[in-house]
């Protein structure tokens, strides 16, 4: 697979993100369930394949997600390239706000590696914006465990423009993580353009718009109670018609390559620069194998402006998040 720069760091132009795999064993979480060994056969494929850059969170579970990735890597940690994240009090498995002091950083930092079997994360992410912090604190914090070596690269999640400047003069910011797609294109407003004259390497969550690009996705009335989009905005009544407009731009794309709607969506993204690097999430070994697809289709000038014609910028029917909090957390 091509491999991509962000920052400091190179990975696979494509990451695997882990997030939906916190559901393990039966345990209720965002996505659904999902069988350990099959979790793991997935995470062992990625490597396989040459997609080894790996997204989790202490949060993802909580804790699960990690130990997950570090039970699958034990024998492997070489092959892979693991970012994890800060940035929350987690008390009784519940999260309970954001909390980005030093010491805190430190703590979660010395746990993740414990979970992750590992003395060293390749990435490690602020992972929301503590406004009771000044980034100045957090990213010098994470520079010293950067000199320390227990992290290789430091990167930011859902900043806003002054919060990267700051970040970036303190010390160099190798990634910042935030939602695109072809349904959530409002980075390209104002956040893309000083991620790339600081030249810090986008990584993109949820590019297949919590899977709504990928044309199986069903109304969020439909939807188990445990799933996360029942309460997506973007997926209830006449949001979701409306948004199923760009989906239908996406398999008419598809249908002239002979490719999935996934692979589109993803294609679509990877077509934006060489700083970019998709994170799609993935909980099986055949959704892996379509999705890494991705990474080899080339789509033409005019494939690009079908797409971007389709679904412009703040076209998207229905809010970001179902939460007024969730909304509160993002572009600090």
């Avoid at 990975?11 to 060994?37: E, F």
């Avoid at 039970?71 to 940690?77: F, G, I, K, T, V």
């Avoid at 990213?139 to 990167?155: C, S, Y």
């Avoid at 589109?264 to 700083?275: E, N």
Wanted: with cysteine.
């Amino acid at each position: 697979m091509e491999r991509r720069k962000l920052g400091s760091l190179e990975v696979s132009a494509l990451g695997l993100g882990c997030m939906g795999m916190a559901g393990v064993n039966g345990m209720a979480a965002m996505y659904g369930t999902v069988d350990r060994a099959e979790a793991i056969a997935t995470l062992h494929r990625a490597l396989e394949i040459g997609m080894d850059f790996l997204d989790t969170a202490e949060v993802y579970g909580p804790y699960i997600n990690e130990e997950l990735l570090g039970e699958a890597l034990a024998d492997r940690r070489d092959k892979a390239i693991i970012a994890t994240k800060f940035g929350f009090n987690i008390v009784d498995g519940k999260t309970l706000g954001v909390n980005s002091r030093p010491e805190h950083i430190r703590a979660v930092c010395e746990a993740s590696l414990k979970r992750l079997r590992t003395d060293y994360i390749d990435l490690f992410y602020q992972h929301r914006v503590d406004p009771n912090v000044p980034i100045e604190d957090v990213v010098g914090t994470m520079a010293d465990l950067k000199r320390e070596g227990k992290i290789r690269a430091i990167g930011l999640s859902e900043a806003g423009i002054e919060t990267l400047r700051r970040a970036h003069a303190t010390h160099p910011i190798d990634a910042l993580q935030s939602e695109w797609s072809l349904w959530e294109r409002t980075i390209e407003q104002d956040i893309l353009p000083v991620v790339r004259e600081l030249g810090i390497g986008f990584v993109p969550y949820s590019p297949l718009g919590r899977g709504f690009l990928a044309g199986t996705a069903v109304r969020a009335e439909e939807l188990p109670d445990s799933d996360y989009r029942k309460n997506d905005p973007r997926y209830q009544g006449g949001n979701f018609d409306a948004n199923m407009k760009a989906v239908e731009a996406v398999g008419q794309v598809a249908a002239r390559h002979g490719v999935t709607k996934a692979q589109v969506a993803i294609g679509w993204l990877l077509a934006q620069g060489p700083d970019v690097v998709p994170i799609p999430g993935c909980k099986r070994r055949a959704t892996l194998e379509d999705t890494a697809a991705a990474a080899a289709l080339k789509l033409s000038a005019a494939d690009l402006t079908e797409l971007d014609a389709a679904a412009p910028i703040g076209a998207t029917a229905g809010e970001r998040y179902g939460s007024a909090a969730m909304m509160r957390m993002v572009r600090l």
